[in-house]
């Protein structure tokens, strides 16, 4: 599997803040898909250039798939921020994205296999997702659901407040074939409870992965987005009728009183491969 191919079927992504290298190997040896060091949110000002160089000195050893959520384009850090990225091999997390041209406006060179996750999590870049999501660069795209519900003065808790702009990033990404996007985070760290309640809601919309701000939420997002084994026996099962009963008299395909077609199919077919990453 490529590195890209890892971030496209990556269901857990898990913060470290780029100015506490202190926590960068806790981070990497968590079991996480994929570890994201943050330059934005978690980071002061005054650290910015400092936690850039300590990403730039860890990327020349990670082991794992890894992503940098770089500085916004209206910032001064913005640009030096991508080359750091670019040259380290990582993959790049856009917060705020909200229109194509801040993805081409970073310059990747398209044969750097640097692929931009583009973090939506404002109403203007929910409006315009499904033109983002058609970037060659985008592999993923991740809801900023803290942002966002700031920017409609909503409860973030509050799931019906957001359905709508959640609901909206599934269809984007599966209006361009990208993998189903990646929820925002749950900030109850040790509330299991609420993290699972989180989860069934993103899956049941169609997220396939979660942003995750400490380690032990790792696990339960693991698990709440892999195939159950329910799913996976009735996948096999559904591929295996199609075969046998195609190749018995090619007519329509029942299993268990139900009519098999294509749009079943695929369901099946993609159960059966989300079960290899599990």
Same mark, same amino acid.
């Given at each position: 599997m490529t590195v890209a191919e890892a971030l496209e079927s990556a269901r857990t992504f898990l913060f470290v803040p780029g100015n506490r290298p202190d926590r960068f190997d806790k981070a990497l040896d968590a079991g996480a898909d994929v570890v994201v060091f943050d330059l934005e949110d978690a980071v002061p000002p005054g650290e910015k250039v400092s936690a850039r160089q300590h990403i730039i000195d860890v990327l020349r050893r990670v082991h794992v798939p890894v992503v940098v959520r770089i500085n916004g384009v209206e910032t001064i850090w913005h640009d030096d921020d991508v080359r750091a990225a670019v040259v380290g091999g990582a993959h790049i997390m856009l917060p705020k994205a909200e229109a194509p041209w801040t993805i081409d406006a970073m310059g990747i060179p398209s044969d750097s296999g640097v692929r931009v996750v583009a973090l939506i999590e404002t109403p203007t870049g929910v409006l315009n997702a499904v033109q983002i999501a058609r970037s060659p660069l985008v592999a993923r795209l991740a809801f900023g659901s803290l942002d966002l519900a700031a920017a409609l003065g909503v409860d973030p808790d509050h799931r019906e407040a957001l359905v709508a702009a959640r609901a909206h990033l599934v269809l984007a990404s599966a209006a361009d074939e990208l993998p189903g996007p990646i929820d925002g985070v749950t900030q109850a760290v040790r509330d299991e409870d609420a993290l699972d309640a989180d989860l069934c809601h993103a899956k049941m919309l169609g997220f396939t992965g979660?942003?995750? *701000?400490?380690? #032990?939420?790792?696990?339960?997002?693991?698990?709440?987005? #892999?195939?159950? #084994? &329910?799913?996976?026996?009735?996948?096999?099962?559904?591929? &295996?009728?199609?075969?046998?009963?195609?190749?018995?008299?090619?007519?329509?395909?029942?299993? &268990?009183?139900?009519? *098999? &077609?294509?749009?079943?199919?695929?369901?099946?077919?993609?159960?059966?491969?989300?079960?290899?990453?599990?």
């Open positions: 979660k942003l995750c *701000i400490h380690p #032990a939420q790792l696990p339960q997002t693991r698990q709440s987005f #892999a195939p159950t #084994a &329910d799913e996976l026996r009735w996948s096999a099962r559904v591929l &295996d009728a199609v075969t046998s009963q195609a190749g018995a008299d090619g007519g329509v395909t029942v299993l &268990d009183g139900k009519m *098999i &077609d294509a749009p079943v199919i695929k369901r099946a077919q993609l159960i059966q491969a989300a079960g290899v990453f599990t």
